[in-house]
T-cell receptor, first 114, second 114 residues
Framework: GDSVTQMEGPVTLSEEAFLTINCTYT??????LFWYVQYPGEGLQLLLK?????DKGSNKGFEATYRKETTSFHLEKGSVQVSDSAVYFC?????????????FGKGTKLSVKP | DVKVTQSSRYLVKRTGEKVFLECVQD?????MFWYRQDPGLGLRLIYF???????EKGDIPEGYSVSREKKERFSLILESASTNQTSMYLC?????????????FGSGTRLTVV
């Protein structure tokens, strides 16, 4: 079945460091890919998305490129801030395999130190 | 501001109690979902609904039931609460055909069963 694998956390970085959170997926159809973010004490919010191969999603300085050849959707940010501390979830939606429901990775907790 | 509202942020219930978790959305969304979130396990889908009075089992429905009598309201019911149901519960909604990009999440209910 469809699945998402993302790097284990926690990830601890200093402010202004470069961030990469790896995400790979398995899907039967042609999925859309997403990154959601969960700030402490809150629900999940959509951070960015890409709906087809080679698309790049971007928001708030974060970027991720849909790589079909490597089945990956890695999240990157050039310079993290303390306010980026949160849990990040990679997810896919595959109409062919899961009726369009979101399938989540297990989440990666990011802590940014000043 | 559109939103998904979960009735309680924190709940403490006794083993064997019947527990109701309420979720209301004001976006006229067709789809509604209940997830539970546990450390190391990420988000797991309990039940979802594509329409009023309609429900579908997710990945972990055992010990839970749901009710959707009105489009805007989706209730999760723990028939006889047990300590292994201590968790964070997240409700989400989306419009028909929006795929994963249209999910809006509530802030979550942290349930403790003692």
């Amino acid at each position: 079945g469809d699945s998402v694998t993302q790097m284990e956390g926690p990830v601890t970085l200093s402010e202004e460091a470069f961030l990469t959170i790896n995400c790979t997926y398995t899907a039967t159809g042609y999925p859309s890919l997403f990154w959601y973010v969960q700030y402490p004490g809150e629900g999940l919010q959509l951070l960015l998305k890409a709906t087809k191969a080679d698309d790049k999603g971007s928001n708030k300085g974060f970027e991720a490129t849909y790589r079909k050849e490597t089945t990956s959707f890695h999240l990157e940010k050039g310079s993290v801030q303390v306010s980026d501390s949160a849990v990040y979830f990679c997810a896919l939606s595959d109409y062919g395999g899961s009726q369009g429901n979101l399938i989540f990775g297990k989440g990666t907790k990011l802590s940014v130190k000043p | 501001d559109v939103k998904v509202t979960q009735s309680s942020r924190y709940l403490v219930k006794r083993t064997g109690e019947k527990v109701f978790l309420e979720c209301v959305q004001d976006m006229d969304h067709e789809n509604m979902f209940w997830y539970r979130q546990d450390p190391g396990l990420g988000l797991r889908l309990i039940y979802f609904s594509y329409d009023v009075k309609m429900k579908e089992k997710g990945d972990i429905p055992e010990g839970y039931s749901v009710s959707r009598e009105k489009k805007e309201r989706f209730s999760l019911i723990l028939e006889s609460a047990s300590t292994n149901q201590t968790s964070m519960y997240l409700c989400a909604s989306s419009s028909l055909g929006s795929g994963g990009g249209g999910y809006t999440f509530g802030s979550g209910t942290r349930l403790t069963v003692v």
